[in-house]
């Protein structure tokens, strides 16, 4: 890998503090002159994904490949019903899958929180230092993605515990059995469904919450070389205050990544829809070759799109809390500490 070198000036730490406006502007700044490297470390669980989809697809081809052939044998005289999965395929899959993306992510945070702080810095990079740092540590980064996620467990077992105690006593409490139950049942569920929508507006709530007290944990492990649980504590530290200025910040950037998926699909809607028409009028069969051969590229069109949006999120929001991480490194410790940030050696998990 070629050295990339960010042609703009240190930022944050040897500036004063960040206004919201600046934040963004710096974000953008930052994206637009190491896009080469940004995307190319991006590209990593890009291709992750692009492959645990394309396995999918491969395994799911095979079952719906029968009902095609009976679709095809009918002659559109008899209705075909849709192919069924089985639910151990499903889970099967998801259990497959969401440990092969969580190792991929362990590697792709660190790496990417690395880069575009440095990058932000003024510091020079390449993908290659970027992702050796991140294997040098892959463990801790490892446990730093798995960490928070017992921060969601907890108050999801807490609440369906609740859920189940509050409906058994609903039940206990209406006396009897049979049709007494079946009667009571539309008075627990008056009450059930009211406290079940609160529960999960709650959780929503602190969902949100969590992510901003830890939303500048990967930047803090990867450049101050602290162990998971620290790193979630420095993060706590560096976002309190900051809460809703990183809320407003991640919410513009979330609006603008979703503006530009939505822009990406519909061009791959609209190209897809003439390819379409042109099938048509060209009375390609349903079953030919041909057809096929459409349907292929109609799917690697999609997963390149997917790839694509994909890569873009990843580095818009790497990005962004790379330059929030610095300001606030900048406003929580002074600037010359700010300027410091070389990971301490000899750290355990």
């Not at 540590?137 to 960490?147: A, E, G, Q, T, V």
């Not at 467990?153 to 609903?170: D, E």
């Not at 910040?249 to 603008?256: C, F, H, K, M, S």
Request: charged share 10%.
């Amino acid at each position: 890998m070629s050295d990339f070198t960010s042609p703009i000036p240190a930022p944050s730490t040897t500036h004063g503090p960040l206004s919201f406006g600046q934040i963004l502007d710096r974000t953008y700044k930052l994206g637009r002159d190491n896009w080469k490297l940004f995307f190319g470390i991006a590209s990593v669980p890009s291709a992750a994904i692009l492959l645990v989809f394309a396995a999918l697809i491969g395994c799911v081809i095979p079952i719906a490949g029968p009902a095609i052939a009976a679709a095809q044998a009918s002659a559109g005289h008899v209705s075909v019903a849709p192919p069924a999965f089985p639910p151990f395929l499903i889970v099967g899959m998801m259990l497959v899958t969401y440990p092969i993306l969580f190792l991929v992510f362990a590697l792709y945070m660190p790496a990417a929180s690395y880069a575009a702080t440095e990058a932000d810095r003024g510091v020079k990079v390449t993908i290659g230092s970027a992702y050796g740092r991140a294997l040098n540590r892959f463990w801790r980064y490892l446990w730093l993605m798995i960490l928070p996620v017992f921060y969601v467990i907890v108050p999801l077992v807490v609440i369906g515990v609740a859920i189940a105690v509050g409906a058994l006593l609903m039940n206990h409490s209406s006396g009897g059995a049979g049709a007494m139950n079946a009667a009571a049942s539309p008075a627990a569920l008056f009450f059930l469904i009211p406290l079940i929508l609160l529960l999960y507006v709650c959780l929503f709530v602190y969902c949100v919450w969590l992510m901003l007290r830890f939303a500048v944990a990967f930047p803090a492990s990867a450049m101050e070389g602290l162990t998971a649980w620290a790193s979630l504590q420095r993060s706590v530290k560096l976002t309190k205050g900051a809460k809703g200025r990183i809320f407003l910040v991640l919410l513009v950037v979330y609006a603008i990544t979703y503006a530009v998926n939505l822009v990406l699909m519909m061009i791959l809607f609209v190209v897809g829809a003439a390819g379409a028409g042109v099938a048509i009028l060209a009375h390609v069969a349903v079953g030919s070759a041909a057809f096929f051969i459409l349907i292929g590229l109609a799917v690697l069109g999609y997963l390149l799109v997917l790839v694509a949006c994909t890569m873009f999120s990843y580095v818009a929001y790497t990005t962004t809390l790379a330059v929030i991480y610095n300001d606030q490194r900048l406003r929580k410790d002074g600037p010359l500490l700010s300027m410091h940030a070389t990971p301490q050696p000899g750290e355990a998990l």
